[in-house]
């Protein structure tokens, strides 16, 4: 049976609540704080409810929920506060220090019992909650701990860094196509295709971890073979029809290879997110050979894009408030990017129509 401790200066209240409860609980009782305190600390680990009164000599319910939070009691046991007068102010202020829940007096069988059931129930639930998590946490630091070492090893090995150093020369190379192309565009068109380039490369962490969790080996083969976004290049535009017509001079270019596509610009995922991925399969001449390379190019306009980084922080920060709620938001303002970046478009070649008039 589970422990209950009453703690109240007036015998015939511990005794009522002692009748109410005894048959579901043990029933200890504690005339003033100071004992309900020894008693706690004496079997704090078997109790599983506290029922206090405010309002008692020597060391009143207000002292007692002090010290308890002092002694980090707080938070780890239901405490229900018994009392006959309790205004609204009183009440928030005990829930504002931890208390569950209030009985008031004179006492009703059927209540004092759903309280006390609910209390108990509510935080055993979150007890095991809390525990879960700690559990999963523990989990992953171990297996991000193992992630960690094992990057470490991948990246000590030789036949890797050269790896990493083939995809770094293909983001290179196409680094230095697009800006041939601006450049001319810039001669040929006095205007520019896209306003910035951002290169990334895949970490060995990030590497490890998406292998594995893919049930792929851990090797220099494995990356090459199925990783196809280890290097990254994501071009920024200014207008949606720059995009697919930078896409496709890309594509045309001589040792280029388009390997796949994917547009969610034209067919946005459900959370409003719009891109336009290419896997391309690009030229890099090295001393003694040509290769192939994988690179994954992702093509946005400048909303999409500061569109992307908010959502970017939704995704991967789990202790944000009313996600929910900022999720919708993004999908609105996604839909409102989409109607702006084309009105824009719209926009500019109206201008360009009136220059050639």
Not at 115 to 142: C, D, M, P, S
Not at 303 to 314: G, I, Q, T, V, Y
Request: net charge negative; aromatic share 8%; glycine share 4%.
């Amino acid at each position: 049976m589970r422990k209950i401790l009453v703690v109240d200066d007036t015998e015939i209240n511990r005794e009522l609540l002692r009748e109410v409860l005894q048959g579901e609980y043990l029933v200890e009782a504690a005339a003033d704080g100071e004992e309900g305190l020894r008693r706690l600390g004496d079997s704090f680990d078997t109790i599983s409810a506290l029922l206090l009164d405010l309002n008692m000599p020597i060391m009143n319910g207000f002292a007692v929920l002090d010290e308890m939070e002092k002694r980090g009691w707080i938070g780890r046991i239901p405490v229900l506060i018994i009392s006959g007068e309790c205004s609204p102010e009183i009440e928030s202020l005990c829930l504002n220090l931890g208390v569950s829940d209030f009985i008031h007096k004179p006492y009703e069988s059927g209540v004092v019992k759903n309280r006390v059931h609910n209390a108990i129930q509510l935080f055993t639930y979150k007890n095991q909650l809390e525990q879960q998590v700690e559990e999963q946490a523990a989990a992953l630091k171990k297996q991000d701990q193992i992630i960690q070492v094992q990057a470490r090893k991948l990246r000590a090995t030789e036949p890797f860094n050269r790896l990493m150093m083939e995809y770094t020369a293909a983001m290179m190379e196409v680094e230095t196509r697009l800006k041939v192309l601006n450049t001319e565009f810039s001669i040929n068109y006095n205007r520019n295709p896209f306003e910035s380039i951002k290169s990334r490369l895949k970490s060995s962490s990030s590497i490890y971890e998406k292998l594995a969790r893919r049930g792929f080996p851990i090797t220099v083969e494995s990356i090459r073979e199925n990783l196809t976004d280890v290097a990254g290049v994501r071009v920024i535009c200014s207008f949606p029809d720059d995009i697919y017509r930078l896409a496709l001079l890309v594509t045309m270019q001589e040792g280029i290879v388009l390997v796949q596509e994917k547009d969610y610009i034209k067919n946005p995922k459900p959370n409003g997110y719009r891109s336009l991925h290419l896997i391309l399969g690009v030229p890099i001449f090295l001393s003694h050979e040509k290769k192939q390379v994988m690179v994954e190019m992702q093509f946005r306009t400048i909303a999409m894009d500061f569109w992307a980084s908010l959502e970017h922080k939704l995704k991967y920060k789990h202790d944000i408030r009313d996600s929910d709620d900022i999720a919708a938001k993004l999908k609105a303002c996604a839909d409102s990017i989409e109607t702006l970046d084309y009105q824009m478009q719209e926009i500019r070649n109206q201008i360009d129509r009136a220059k050639d008039r």
